[in-house]
């Protein structure tokens, strides 16, 4: 059965509904012989909440992948369920997993054994072993180790797992509305932004330059002019209260493309700038979403609590992942007001 055979009912989960993981044998059973459904991988970093009872955090019908939006069908977050990167080579991602609803339990009233939602029916029938999820971790064809090992993850597999929309298709707001995704006041406050952003982005590789605004530059502004970007070295400990500093003072730390030594500093930051954050963790390891490589990070990448990209200019999207802050972008509360030191570029 495709996407598009799957019946309404599917579709009934909605933020704040409190639902269990079905089991592993269950779950197992969905999925087909690369270990997903749809597309969609189920990592052995997710069997860890079998059977255990979480708060459906938002739907993930509208998702982010490169600038385009995917629709992924019948499938939702749980809150604060992340991915550890144990099975991933140490992944320091962080993401939110992706749950096909055929995984979960809805309970009502509180208690557990509530009928289930209309699904399709499994992909095969024989329970699956816990060792096609860890063969699935690899990609097909790429070695177990070495310079050229490829990872394969949710993120990676969002291409196949999810059905492209269309730059200016905007129908996927009116069904996140629709679907208690986000309120219609959210969707008239950002769609403009959205369309103007989105525009600015097709420009930069598909239009004439006389019909770019600012050379195609993503609104509001993050890029800079700089050839060279400076570093700043603080040595921010996990705790730490800092100050980000403002859009003005950071775009003076980035070059033509908004990036700082390869760090990009996105549109999503922005409304972090001028205000008091904590520290959260020191990053040095990620999965390249794009290319399943993992990324070694010799330089300084400080996630921020709470800091997480909102999807404000990119359609909505809810996958609410890390955003990545280089420590010049940073001040520690107890130095504002000093003159800057320690800047070199690199």
């Known amino acids: 059965m495709t996407r598009t055979d799957l019946p309404p009912a599917a579709r009934q989960l909605r933020a704040g509904d409190l639902v269990e ?38 739907r993930a019908d509208t998702t982010c992948f490169f600038a385009s939006l995917h629709d992924m069908d019948a ?14 080579g140490g992944c320091q991602a962080n993401c939110l997993t992706f749950w096909k609803e055929e995984w979960l339990l809805p309970i009502a009233d509180g208690t557990s054994g509530s009928p289930a939602p209309a699904t399709r029916e499994p992909v095969r029938r024989a329970e699956a072993d816990r060792s096609d999820l860890e063969r699935a971790t690899h990609q097909p064809g790429s070695p177990l180790s070495g310079p050229d090992e490829r990872w394969s993850c949710q993120n990676t597999q969002l ?12 129908r996927h707001f009116v ?14 406050r950002y769609l403009v932004p959205y369309l103007i952003d989105t525009y600015q982005g097709i420009s930069r590789y598909k239009l004439p330059p006389w ?8 609104v509001p502004a993050v ?24 859009r003005q003072e950071i775009r003076q730390t980035v070059n033509r493309d908004g ?87 690199a």
């Not at 990592?43 to 979480?54: D, I, T, V």
């Not at 019909?211 to 993503?218: K, V, Y």
């Not at 890029?223 to 403002?246: A, F, I, M, N, Y």
Request: proline share 4%; with cysteine; aromatic share 6%.
């Open 21 to 58: 993981v079905r089991s592993e044998a269950e779950i197992l059973a969905t999925l087909d012989d690369h270990g997903a459904l749809d597309g969609l991988p189920f990592m052995p970093e997710m069997l860890a909440s079998c059977g255990k009872q979480f708060t459906v955090e938002n």
């Open 159 to 170: 291409r196949q797992a999810g059905k492209r929309i269309p730059h200016w298709d905007l």
């Open 175 to 188: 069904r996140d509305v629709r679907n208690g995704t986000v309120s219609a006041r959210t969707v008239l």
């Open 259 to 345: 990036r700082n030594r390869g760090l990009s500093f996105d549109v999503e930051m922005t409304p972090y700038c001028g205000r008091s954050m904590r520290v959260q963790r020191r990053v040095n390891r990620l999965i390249d979403d794009w290319t399943g490589r993992m990324l070694d990070l010799p330089s300084d990448c400080i996630v921020l609590e709470g800091a997480v990209c909102r999807g404000l200019y990119h359609g909505l999207c809810t996958r609410r992942t890390d955003t990545y802050w280089r420590e010049i972008w940073l001040e520690r509360e107890a130095d504002r007001g000093r003159s800057p030191s320690g800047e070199v570029e």
């Open 211 to 218: 019909l770019r605004i600012r050379g195609g530059a993503a």
């Open 75 to 88: 499938t939702v977050h749980l809150t604060a369920v992340r991915c550890d990167g144990s099975a991933h």
């Open 223 to 246: 890029h800079g002019r700089l050839t060279k970007t400076p570093v700043k070295q603080l040595d921010l400990e996990p705790g730490e209260r800092v100050w980000v500093r403002s």
